[in-house]
């Protein structure tokens, strides 16, 4: 082979620590090429639909039940389909989401307004799956500790500066969900600059602290310590090259679950956009 061939003139002029280097690279990206199978991740960050108020900032979301926002779904999962997952991965802990898609698939539960279940069980059942799998992980969201550093040591208004940016950021995504159909308003929040801005806004934390007081960037950590046990969860789910896996979670775990998937080798991130054909 031409590999071979290039190794043996190295080696004839007395390189073999040149030789042996080639070799070594021209097998890693043989071996590569041949793995080149992998299993493919795609993160949906989606608003949460039932306005649950769990977050420090929430959009106010519409009636996903009415009429309108019904048919917008079905074109939603109509556009998921075109990644042929092989599971759907869900922002949930514990199995009863399992026992309530299957009551949902034999008719014995009515669908709720909750994104886990306008998009997650819809496109199951119309897939023909057999379940959905929780992997949300529970953790620690220190912002107390954060608060109240910020106060203590003459950093509230600089704080409060911050807050009022994110609940503007927000209020933007609220206005346009209003003028937006649902595919819309995810593509938008699947973005690649909306996902940099979500994973943005927590760094804006980091200087709040001290070598006896790390308040921002425990929150920060306690947070990248919940979605790597998420995508750990998500990873357990594979079984095969030929698994995709579309995970249904909120917008804010999107840029960060998104970092796990492009930096672990042995799988592929795909995006929203691979599947609409708009970047």
Request: aromatic share 10%.
């Amino acid at each position: 082979s031409l590999t071979f061939q290039l190794v043996a003139r190295i080696y004839s002029g007395g390189r073999m620590r040149k030789a042996f280097l080639i070799l070594g690279a021209a097998i890693s990206v043989a071996a590569w090429a041949q793995s080149d199978s992998r299993s493919e991740i795609l993160v949906l960050g989606t608003y949460h639909m039932a306005n649950p108020g769990h977050d420090i900032h929430n959009m106010q979301a519409d009636d996903v039940l009415a009429p309108k926002r019904q048919q917008e779904i079905a074109q939603l999962i109509e556009v998921l389909k075109k990644f042929h997952p092989t599971k759907i991965a869900i922002e949930s802990v514990g199995n009863y989401r399992v026992k309530q898609y299957s009551d949902y698939v034999a008719g014995q539960y009515t669908l709720s307004s909750n994104e886990i279940e306008q998009i997650g069980f819809r496109l199951a059942k119309e897939l023909g799956h057999h379940t959905i799998y929780p992997v949300d992980e529970d953790g620690d969201f220190p912002w107390e500790p954060l608060v109240n550093y910020a106060k203590a040591n003459g950093l509230g208004e600089k704080f409060d500066a911050i807050e009022a940016r994110n609940a503007a950021q927000v209020k933007d995504d609220d206005n346009f969900l209003r003028s937006h159909a649902v595919l819309e308003t995810l593509q938008y929040m699947n973005s690649d600059s909306m996902a940099a801005r979500g994973i943005a806004s927590y760094y804006a934390y980091v200087p709040y602290g001290d070598r006896f007081d790390y308040a921002g960037p425990n929150l920060l950590a306690a947070f990248y310590q919940r979605n790597i046990r998420i995508y750990h969860n998500i990873v357990k789910l594979i079984e095969s090259p030929s698994d995709r896996i579309l995970v249904i979670y909120g917008a804010g775990h999107l840029g960060w679950l998104q970092q796990d998937v492009s930096n672990d080798p042995t799988v592929r991130l795909r995006k929203l956009a691979d599947v609409t054909g708009q970047q």
